[in-house]
Nanobody, 121 residues
Framework: QVQLVESGGGLVQAGGSLRLSCAASRSSFSTYGMGWFRQAPGKEREFVAAISRNDGTTTYAESVKGRFTITRDNAKNTVYLQMNNLKPEDTAVYYC??????????????WGQGTQVTVSS
């Protein structure tokens, strides 16, 4: 079992930036693939970005490619999502998740509670 706690959400104007953090409770953090998802009001949760356990391989949703960057620091048990050039359509609750299977866009085993990101136009 691993607990995940997101932070860094908030209100930002369009074109601005935010960095989300997700701290994991376990020292075995490096054995999990990590991902970020988001859910806007009235919509289904969608994949945003993922990163592999150790070699830094990443994958992104087309809608955020070139604007968002996922990174991880295994020494700090933390994964980050740097979000630049934010758009109103990026407004959502953002969740981090941990995958026992490593790098994946859909098969996640543990989830955080979410952090709100609101982008004003």
């Amino acid at each position: 079992q691993v607990q995940l706690v997101e932070s860094g959400g908030g209100l930002v104007q369009a074109g601005g930036s935010l960095r989300l953090s997700c701290a994991a409770s376990r020292s075995s953090f490096s054995t999990y693939g990590m991902g970020w998802f988001r859910q806007a009001p009235g919509k289904e949760r969608e994949f945003v970005a993922a990163i592999s356990r150790n070699d830094g391989t990443t994958t992104y949703a087309e809608s955020v490619k070139g604007r968002f960057t996922i990174t991880r620091d295994n020494a700090k048990n933390t994964v980050y999502l740097q979000m630049n050039n934010l758009k109103p359509e990026d407004t959502a609750v953002y969740y981090c998740a941990a995958a026992l299977t490593g790098l994946t866009t859909y098969k996640y085993d543990y989830w955080g509670q979410g952090t709100q990101v609101t982008v004003s136009s």
